[in-house]
Nanobody
Framework: QEKLVESGGGLVQSGDSLRLSCAAS????????MGWFRQTPGQEREFVAAIAKSGGAFRADSVKGRFTISRDNAENTVYLQMNSLKPDDTAVYYCAAAPGLPIVKEIPAKWRYWGQGTQVTVSS
């Protein structure tokens, strides 16, 4: 059974860095697009970043210059390096996977598999 497990969240101060990991199991995800979304209470799930099987990466404007997505296909793992964190980055971060990079990658419903999420809290 396919499974995505996020880790690396926590409580940090504004300006700090965190690296989130998403370990995939149940199949080889090297041929899949991988993505990160985030969600705060009462809000829609928001696209953060995605990486195609080719390695091509995409990021939301709100995180460009601060967040970097990468993948290690040998480890079946995708990462989200988050630098210069701000209080507005506080959210539950979710990992997602899809057989191909969705044309409209920002829509959560276009992604097939989801992790349970990891909390990131940035204090001011």
């Amino acid at each position: 059974q396919e499974k995505l497990v996020e880790s690396g969240g926590g409580l940090v101060q504004s300006g700090d860095s965190l690296r989130l990991s998403c370990a995939a199991s149940g199949r080889t995800f090297s041929g899949y697009a991988m993505g990160w979304f985030r969600q705060t209470p009462g809000q829609e799930r928001e696209f953060v970043a995605a990486i195609a099987k080719s390695g091509g990466a995409f990021r939301a404007d709100s995180v460009k210059g601060r967040f970097t997505i990468s993948r290690d296909n040998a480890e079946n793992t995708v990462y989200l390096q988050m630098n210069s964190l701000k209080p507005d980055d506080t959210a539950v971060y979710y990992c997602a996977a899809a057989p191909g990079l969705p044309i409209v990658k920002e829509i959560p419903a276009k992604w097939r598999y989801w992790g349970q999420g990891t909390q990131v809290t940035v204090s001011s």
